[in-house]
């Protein structure tokens, strides 16, 4: 059995990915990746054949019709040999000595048969043109080098969240939590991270700056002109996650606390593209994503609407969307993204 399954999600990716893979087989016989070409045009597949042949007992390309993201992280997971299970999208790639460091932990939990729920590591926006480069790290809130549980974390920094490329779950937690993406659908990496957190019993952050997350391309999903043309997808992203939260009981109350600090992110995020997009039905799509969380859980609506995000988010008129655009793009400019 494999140690962890990487799978690399490849849409006409022939220009990077090869960075990617590379980065990858540092980790030698210990990691199986996945490359799923899900119906490129271009030489994409080509190229995860050629791996696959030189690489035969590491790497497996999977070809398929093209369902998106989502769907191609599913095909990965139904695949996966591993014992843990890592998404590394293909133009991104992942740092050596952080990357040797990690597998050295989970080979350590394996031997002592204790298994984590969770591991956390640091990502770096690699953002074209930056001259430095910022790091998401979770030192702040999350306990080092040891296994903790919810009732351990301290509170994460406004804006601090746990994204697809900090994470690392254990493979069958992500079965038994029945996680399966939506195919054709963009942002579902935030579904990736939320669902399986009520199923996460043992957490272990690793204070390595891990995953390269490279930002630049126009194309890009987190671009926010790409971004504002997807909004509705945003919104549809946002709305599950709500959906799912609700159904919830019982939930560790730094959990519970975490998993509303996550929707609150959310919300912002949704709700900045549309004033962004400046049209009568964007900002009215706004009004109504509000409405549906209200009508759904006037509790949660309340807690976020009253909050920081959701009041810089909300003021009134067009002078109160300027101050939002501004404490948006004072946040951008502080954590690098976009």
């Excluded at 730094?254 to 549309?274: E, G, P, Q, T």
């Excluded at 946040?331 to 993204?337: K, N, S, Y």
């Amino acid at each position: 059995m494999k140690l962890l399954s990487v799978t690399v999600p490849c849409y006409n990716s022939e220009e990077y990915m090869e960075n990617c893979i590379e980065s990858l087989l540092v980790g030698g016989e210990r990691v199986e990746i996945i490359v799923v070409n899900d119906g490129s045009r271009d030489g994409t597949g080509k190229i995860g054949d050629y791996y696959a042949k030189q690489y035969p007992s590491i790497v497996k390309v999977i070809h398929q019709e093209n369902g998106g993201h989502g769907e191609a992280v599913n095909t990965g997971l139904r695949n996966a040999k591993g014992i843990y299970f890592k998404v590394v999208d293909s133009d991104d790639w992942v740092k050596e000595e952080a990357y040797l460091k990690i597998l050295n932990q989970l080979q350590e939990f394996a031997e002592e048969g204790q298994g984590v729920d969770m591991l956390l590591s640091n990502f770096v926006y690699e953002k074209e043109g930056a001259k430095k480069k910022r790091a998401m790290a979770y030192s702040y809130a999350v306990p080092t080098d040891q296994v903790i549980k919810w009732e351990q974390i301290k509170r994460f920094r406004k804006g601090q969240y746990i994204l697809m490329h900090s994470v690392i779950y254990r493979t069958k937690l992500l079965r038994d939590c029945g996680l399966e993406l939506p195919k054709h659908t963009f942002y579902v990496d935030n579904l990736f991270v939320f669902k399986p957190l009520p199923y996460v019993k043992s957490i272990y952050y690793v204070n390595v700056n891990f995953y390269r997350y490279y930002i630049g391309r126009s194309d890009q999903s987190v671009n926010e002109g790409v971004m504002i043309s997807r909004v509705d997808q945003q919104i549809e992203v946002n709305k599950m996650m709500i959906d799912y939260y609700i159904e919830l009981k019982g939930l560790p109350k730094k959990l519970k606390n975490y998993m509303i600090s996550y929707l609150d992110i959310m919300m912002a995020v949704s709700s900045i593209m549309l004033i962004r997009a400046g049209t009568k039905e964007a900002l009215e799509k706004k009004k109504e994503l509000w409405k549906y969380l209200k009508k759904v859980d006037k509790f949660l609506f309340y807690r976020l609407r009253f909050g920081l995000f959701g009041h810089a988010m909300n003021l009134p008129g067009r002078g109160g969307r300027k101050i939002s655009v501004a404490e948006y793009k004072i946040a951008q400019r502080f954590f690098g993204f976009n």
